[in-house]
């Protein structure tokens, strides 16, 4: 319940909207009470009346009846404006503060979590919430507050009649929520569960799709979501046979106060301590409180998969960044010095992933990182672009430890190619203008044409307004990746970071795009760190790395290190080979 209450307090902006919501329900509640009690009393004394041969005012029931109508009807309508619209406040918060909370965790705290998974958290289980206000705390404090004015009514007439309506609320609001509750709790948190599987299979085979019929895995994949679709119909056919269950039980005490209003009543009509009219208006008052209780239930069966969404959320939001930003950050520098000093680092508990690694990176200098895959090239993106934590050592900025500027500002200095890359479902030009929203369509195509990616864009029938699809499945792999070039270009900022800028393109396109961006950084006075296993292009570099294993284990220019005969020398080799390979 702890999480239940942090919920609470992060809907204090809204108190306004929730508590009016809270108020308009109440109140038309008690105009649908009293619409059936005037209602009962008003058709039983005109028909006395009648027979008695006796006149009566009837101008004041039917006006009360009226008003009651009105009311409820006006009521309703306001209460579901007013609450669903403090939902959708709500939820809009929760979301903005979910993004918030999430946006410092990536990319290191977010890797031991499927995409489809993280999409689950912040769509679903965030919609789940919905239920708090709209299901739980509303319904909670109306039925509160109406069983006190209903008991209190009661008083009025006759403290047994107060006795029986009081008990059996009590009953129906309390026992039974709280009965279905334990009965429902593990199912409801089983639902949110296998759910959350669905999404997170169903995102992940979508998006493989390709490879699992390549490698004939779709069936199998298929029957796991079909097991776990019949899984959750079996869960959720049990929560539905508990809701059933919960409704009969609610009838069956709305009745039971009603019969138990008429055996105290009859005798004190008979005593003349009730006029008669009143029989009938107890009766259906006693009937129509149950109203107040009717939601509760179904609140408090649901509760387990409201707490196990709340659960799934602040699992993420409670951990902490593997980068923690400084209280007071630096400015940014004019110019920006990168020097890599003795630093290690290691994923988790594991080896070391770097070590020892001394390396300058001046402004303007163009720097190459070569080596095989897993050699430790994209750790050092990382670490620069203050994603991770180095183990010791230190990395510096302009003379100053990395740690002492802020990580957001940074990287609105750097431009980054990934290794992977990401396109929006949206257009060409949206995926474009995320790099620089202001740029004009001149900008935007001399950007392309450095990738090497105009010619293809103009040939589309809608240009530069051509959908790209969910991760830019409608281009190829080096089409995207050139997409993703020209995005880091336009933003034209002092340092650009490519990751495997020409993987998926065929050496000659590699090596002109090679070509163009390095006269490009050359002309903007830009640094240009370049990661890469194929070597072309390298020529052109100030100085070049080559890693092994985590170790820097030769630098210099290209001319120096293949005059050097060493892994460099061995590595531009075994490139010229693969690259005779596929030209044949």
């Known amino acids: 319940m702890n999480d239940l209450l942090r919920l609470l307090r992060m809907f204090k902006p809204y108190w306004g909207w929730t508590v009016l919501g809270i108020f308009l329900s109440f109140i038309t509640l008690l105009a649908n009470v009293g619409l059936m009690a005037v209602s009962g009393w008003f058709i039983s004394a005109m028909a006395m009346a009648g027979a008695a041969g ?10 009360l009846i009226r008003l009651a109508a009105i009311v409820r009807t006006a009521g309703r309508y306001g209460e579901r404006l007013v609450t669903h619209e403090a939902t959708f406040r709500l939820l ?8 918030q909370q999430l946006e410092p965790l990536a990319p290191a705290r977010l890797e031991a979590y499927r995409s489809g998974d993280l999409l689950s958290r912040i769509r679903a289980d965030i919609d789940k919430l919905d239920t708090v206000y709209l299901r739980l ?12 004015v209903f ?12 006795l029986v309506e009081g008990t059996l609320l009590l009953v129906a609001g309390v026992f039974i929520p709280w009965l279905m509750n334990r009965l429902g709790h593990t199912t409801g948190q089983q639902i949110v569960a296998t759910k959350a599987q669905m999404r997170a299979a169903l995102v992940n085979d979508l998006q493989g799709m390709g490879e699992l019929l390549v490698y004939g895995a779709a069936a199998s994949h298929a029957s796991e979501i079909n097991r776990l679709s019949h899984e959750l119909a079996r869960q959720q056919q049990a929560m539905s046979g508990l809701q059933g269950v919960a409704q009969g039980a609610l009838g069956l005490c709305a009745n039971l106060a009603m019969w138990g209003m008429l055996l105290v009543a009859i005798p004190l009509v008979s005593d003349g301590r009730l006029a008669p009219p009143e029989l009938a208006m107890l009766a259906l008052f006693a009937l129509a409180s149950f109203e107040a209780v009717m939601p509760l239930p179904l609140a408090f069966q649901t509760l387990g998969e409201t707490l196990a969404a709340l659960r799934r959320i602040f699992e993420l939001t409670d951990m902490q960044p593997a980068v923690l930003e400084p209280q007071q950050p630096l400015p940014m520098p004019h110019t920006f010095h990168f020097a890599f000093k003795d630093v290690v680092f290691r994923y988790g508990e594991n080896a070391d992933t770097l070590h020892n690694i001394t390396l300058d990176f001046s402004p303007a200098s163009k720097l190459a990182v070569v080596g095989a895959t897993g050699s430790g090239k994209s750790t050092l993106a990382s670490l620069l672009l203050r994603f991770r934590e180095s183990a010791s050592g230190e990395i510096l900025l302009a003379g100053q430890p990395i740690q002492h500027y802020s990580g957001e500002a940074l990287r609105q200095h750097i431009a980054v190619v990934p290794q992977q890359t990401h396109l929006f479902n949206a257009t060409i030009r949206d995926n474009l203008l995320l790099a620089k929203p202001d740029a004009d369509q001149a900008a ?7 990738a090497l990616i105009h010619d293809f864009i103009s040939s589309q029938p809608q240009g530069y307004d051509t959908w790209v699809g969910e991760t830019g499945v409608r281009l190829s792999g080096g089409q995207a990746k050139r997409v993703a070039i020209a995005r880091a270009l336009l933003k034209n900022v002092p340092v650009l970071i490519l990751d495997e800028p020409t993987e998926g393109l065929d050496p000659e396109t590699a090596r002109q795009v090679m070509h163009n961006i390095v006269g490009h950084v050359q002309i903007n006075q830009q640094s240009l760190l370049l990661i890469t296993h194929r070597l072309q292009g390298l020529e052109q570099m100030d100085n070049i790395h080559v890693m092994d294993a985590g170790h820097i284990i030769e630098s210099g220019t290209h001319a120096g290190l293949l005059a050097a005969q060493g892994h460099y020398h061995y590595l531009t080799s075994i490139n010229k080979l693969l690259v005779e ?4």
Request: glycine share 0%; net charge positive.
């Open 92 to 99: 809009a918060e929760l979301r903005v503060w979910f993004y």
């Open 137 to 148: 705390l509303v319904p909670l404090v109306v039925a509160m507050l109406a069983t006190l």
């Open 54 to 63: 006796v006149t009566m005012n009837y101008f004041t029931p039917s006006a």
């Open 444 to 450: 935007i195509e001399a950007a392309c044409r450095l």
């Open 581 to 584: 390979q596929t030209k044949s």
């Open 151 to 162: 008991v209190v009514v009661l008083l009025f007439y006759h403290p047994l009649l107060a």
